[in-house]
């Protein structure tokens, strides 16, 4: 945060959208003042447990990962080894939780099926802005509302999504539009060089539009 603070804002309030961890770290801080309890009990007690999310977690300081998991791995240098980077220090709100595919998976189908929120605050989170050019090269056609992707699928409609990236590990997932059909892909490197990230990218909005229009068209 603090070192946050020593830049001045990319706009001002209202005139743009830029997608920041640190943003999420300041959430975190902002949940702990108004509840007096650390963000992620009130995430455990709000939404994990009353959606049975039994297989996500909140690791604290171990670097330690539940068993069964994936190794995750990283390149650091343009055609550069693969190093095992599976343990680590998360970080923190904006995106400590360990969780599996098929918590994944249950959380946005409750979230967009109307199951999590009341719908007027549903209604604020798909209120989207056209991304950036950059995002936009990463994420063709994509908007940004609050803490949600939207994507137009090929057989007609969009998607809503919100993927995940850390060292090792990048999960990416697609929602219809009434909740009913949805798909998580996690992959276990992640590539940083801008030619493999959109290979990556591409490949993996590939799967998410195939299994969405396919399920669509078996209703």
Avoid at 19 to 27: D, I, Q, W
Avoid at 31 to 43: A, N
Avoid at 123 to 146: C, D, S, W
Avoid at 149 to 157: A, D, N, T, V
């Amino acid at each position: 945060m603090a070192l946050a603070m020593q830049h001045k804002p990319v706009f001002e309030p209202g005139q743009g959208r830029s997608y920041s961890n640190t943003g999420y770290a300041v959430l975190g801080l902002v949940i702990q003042k108004v509840t007096g309890r650390p963000w992620c009990e009130e995430v455990n007690d709000r939404i994990m447990r009353p959606l049975h999310l039994n297989h996500t977690v909140w690791p604290g300081t171990s670097p330690s990962l539940p068993h069964p998991h994936l190794r995750g791995y990283q390149p650091f240098e343009s055609d550069g080894p693969l190093v095992d980077v599976t343990e680590l220090i998360d970080a923190d709100a904006s995106g400590g939780l360990i969780s599996t595919t098929a918590d994944l998976d249950r959380f946005f189908r409750a979230l967009l099926g109307g199951k999590l929120l009341r719908p007027e605050l549903l209604k604020q989170m798909q209120r989207t802005v056209p991304v950036n050019e950059e995002t936009n090269e990463i994420l063709p056609g994509a908007r940004y509302g609050l803490g949600l992707f939207s994507r137009p699928l090929s057989c007609g409609g969009i998607y809503w999504t919100h993927g995940g990236d850390q060292l090792g590990y990048r999960t990416r997932n697609g929602v219809t539009d009434d909740g009913r059909h949805s798909v998580v892909v996690a992959m276990s490197t992640q590539f940083n060089q801008m030619d493999s990230m959109l290979g990556q990218e591409k490949l993996a909005h590939t799967l998410v539009e195939n299994a969405l229009c396919q399920e669509r068209a078996s209703g």
